[in-house]
C-alpha cells in the first residue's frame, strides 16, 4: 500500500491539510519536499504580517511606550500559552528567553542548587551535543562528577543518593525514540534527585505533561516544529514548587522584583520571572506567538497524531523502496516510543544527502550515517512524502 | 541665543538632517518629541524591508539552506562591521549574540579565570543595576569580595593585587558622564587586573577606541544608538590577546570547534567564537545589521559632533527656560565628558515625567529625580529639541 492513490486517500482524510496555507509559500521550485522542519520549521504569513506590524505599529509608533504597553509581560504571556498548548503547564511556570543553551545553563544550575551536598549528574552519551556539553562543563564548574548512561533506559541503574540532577532529552535528536518522561522523573523523584528535560525535538510535535509527570525544570527551542523562526527565543519551565526557592546566576535588570526600581541589590522576582535575565527579544517572540496561536488552533492531539501517521508512511515506503538498497530503520517502529521524524542509516549517507539536497529532498543528515526526515504535520502531506522517498530511491538506487 | 530662529539655522547646517528620512515615520501625530531613544532607537525603514525579505526570501524560500549559506557567519560579520565602524575593534574580536546580562556574565566569568589568585572586583554604586547585580553575584558565586566604590575616578584608590576585574559602564547611565577608558584601563593593567566595559551607551554614539585603548572586555546592547529594535542581540567583544586562553560557562554547540560535528567533548572553537552559545537569533540581527550599515554612511564622528552640539542646545535651553523653574543639571557640562544625553533633576520628576510623556514630550525617568533626555543624533533635531523643552517649561511651570 505504498501507491499515489494510498497517498492521495492519505492527504484526502487529513485534517490539517488546510494549515499549509497558512504558511508563505515555497517559491523555490526545485524543492520536492522540505522533510528538515525539525531543524528549522517553515515560516507562518501571520509572523511576516505581525512582523510588519510591530514594527510599524508598536515600535515605530508607540515607541518606548509599547514596553509598559506590552512588550514586558511577553515573556511569561506567551510562555503561559506554550505551557497550556503544548506542555500542560499550568500558567507561571513557563516563559520565552534567550536560547535553549542559556536557558539550560540557568536551569542546570538552578537544579543543582536545589540540591546542595549531592555531587553527581547523570546524562546519556547520545545526548544533543549543547546538553553534553553543558553537562560536562556545569559538572567541572561546581566539582560535580558526571555519569554518563547510554540511554535513558539506564537512568534507574545510577540514579541515587548522590545524583543532584538528570539531563535528559524527551525525544532522542537522532534516533526519535521518546523517553518516559512520566516513569523516569518518578524514579529521580524516589532518589531525591531532580530532572532537566530538553524538549526541543518534543515541543509542538508530540503532546508533553509537565505537571502531572512532576517535572522539575525543562527547555527547549521554538524554531523547529513551533515555527518560530531561525534562533527564535527559547523557553523554560520550573515547576511552581521550586519558585520560592529556585535561583539562576545570571542576574539581569528583568528577573529582579523591581526591574525599574534599580535597587541596590538584587532581589530575585517572586516566581518564574526571576528566571529572565536580559531585555525581552521582541521581533524574535513575534514568531514564537504566532507559532504557539497556530498550534492552538491545530490541537496538539491532532497534530501527534498525523505525525504519527506520517512517520508510519516514511516507514512503510522505506521497507518497501529503500531497505532493499542497504538502509536501516534507526527510529522505533513501535508508534508510541517514535517522535516527530525518522531516521535512516546508510553507510553513504553524509554524500548521499548533500545529492539529495541538491536534488530538492531537504532532508537533515547526522553523523555519523543518519538521514533525518522531518515531520511536520501542518506543513506535510504524504504525496509530498512519497515523491521524496521516490527521489530517495532513484538517487541511492 | 535659543530662539526659533537659531534651531532652524541649526537644523539647516546639520549635516544628518536627511538620515531622519531612513527611519519609519512616527504616525502618532501627539508625539512632539522622541527623547528616549537612549533606552529604544527608532525602526529604520531598511530594517521593516530586510525583515519582509529575510523572511520570504531566506528563511521561506531558502530553508534549512540559509544556516549554511549566509547566517552561520552572522554573528561575527555583524561583529566585525560593528566593531570597524563604532568600537574601534580589528575583526575577529566583536559577535552579536545573547543579551547584555548573559553577554556580561560570560566576560565576567571569563576574566576572572584569567586571573585565578585574585579575589576582588571592582565595580560603582552608580553603575546600572544588572552590572551591579552580576559583579555581586558572580562574586558570590566564585568566592570574591566586591570592592564598590563611587564612580570610575575611584578605581586608582582601590586597584591591587587582589583585583581580578573592574566592570564599568563607559558613559553613565543617568548623568552622562564619560568614563576615561583609556585611563582606567592602564591602571587597572598596571595593578595587573583586567577590565570589562559596558559600552550600552556609547555604543552608536561616542567614538569608542577598544583596541588602542587596550580593553580587555566589553559589552553593550544594540537597540540605544544602534536603532537595532526592542530586545535586539547585544554584542560582546574580547581582545586578541586573550583567544588563547579565555573561556566561559554557557558551552553550547555554537561554541565549540566544530559546531556539526557533535563531537564527544567540549572542544572550543578557536577565537571569539567560542564567546557563543545557543543558535544565533537570525529575526534580532536584521536589526542590528540595519543600524550599523547606517552607522557608517553616517560615521561616528559626525554622529558624535552632532550629539555634543545638540547636548549643548539642551543645556542652553535649560539654563534659560528651566534651571529657574527648579530644575538642575545633572550631566557634565564639558562637551567632551558628556555622552549622548542630558539629565535634568527636579524634585518631582517622577510625576512630571508621566505629564510630560501623556503630553507627547518622550523622555525617560530615571530614580531617583532624573529627567532623561536622549538624544539621537539621526534622528533627532534642533527645533524639535526646542519645542520639547518649551512644553517641558509649560507642563512644570
Redesign the interface.
Known sequence: MTTPEEAARLDAEDELAAFRDR??????ES?VA?L?GN??G??LRA??DR??EV??EQ?????????EER?LELPERIGDELGRVALGAAPGQTIVA?????CL?KVLRAAVALRPGRDELVTD?AN???D???V???GA?LGLTVRWIEGPDDVAAVAGPRTAAVVLSHVDYRSAAIADLAGITRVVHERGGLTVWDLCHSVGSIPVALDADGADFAVG?T?KFLNA??????FLYVNARHHEAFGQ??????G?ADT???????VPAPGIRRAL???????????VQEGVALLAEAGIERVRAKAVALGRWVLDLADEWLVPLGFTVASPREDARRGGHVTLRHPDAERLSRVL?DNGV?I?F??PDGIRIGLSPLTTGFTEVRAAMERIRELAG
Chains 1, 2 share one sequence.
Open positions: 504558511f508563505v509559500p515555497i517559491t523555490d524543492v522540505y528538515d531543524s528549522l517553515r515560516p509572523t511576516a512582523l510588519r514594527v510599524a515600535w515605530g509608533a508607540r515607541l518606548i511606550r509599547s514596553w512588550w534567550d536560547s535553549t543553551s542559556v545553563y552519551t544533543f551535543p549543547t553534553r556539553f553543558l560536562d562543563s556545569v564548574e527551542c524554531y523562526g531561525p534562533g527564535a527565543p527559547a546566576p545570571i542576574t539581569g535588570w528583568m529582579a525599574f526600581g534599580m535597587a541596590e541589590r538584587y535575565s536580559g531585555t525581552p527579544p521582541v521581533l524574535g517572540m513575534v514568531g539536497i531537504l537533515d547526522r553523523r
